[in-house]
């Protein structure tokens, strides 16, 4: 899929919100459930930020909906493309997020 990604689609509105969505998604998904595991001796936004990248099995969701047994894609192209843009942004905002986070429970 990486080769066939429409770089010329990356800044579109629909890619970006897509992106954004997704992101937003994953980072409240993940901290959901880190907040909901027992506090005993983990930081639970450790936990939820050592979590976040979802790289790749994102990206083979993404490969599948774009040929899904040689069909119509699965899901609109703007989607696909923010997929990736999910899996490179959570790629991203994870080590500043660790390294803060880290900071902050050292203090304590």
Known sequence: FGAALPVDKLLS???LLWGALLTAAALLGKMACALA???QRV???LT???MLPRG???LVYAAAATNFAGQTPLLPEAAIVGLVLM???TA???PPLLSWRL???AAE
Request: net charge positive.
């Open 56 to 58: 790749e099995v994102s």
């Open 92 to 94: 991203l905002i994870t």
């Open 48 to 50: 939820a930020f050592g």
């Open 103 to 105: 900071r902050r429970v």
């Open 87 to 89: 899996v490179l942004a």
């Open 43 to 45: 930081d639970p936004w």
């Open 37 to 39: 595991a027992p506090r």
């Open 13 to 15: 509105r629909d890619t």
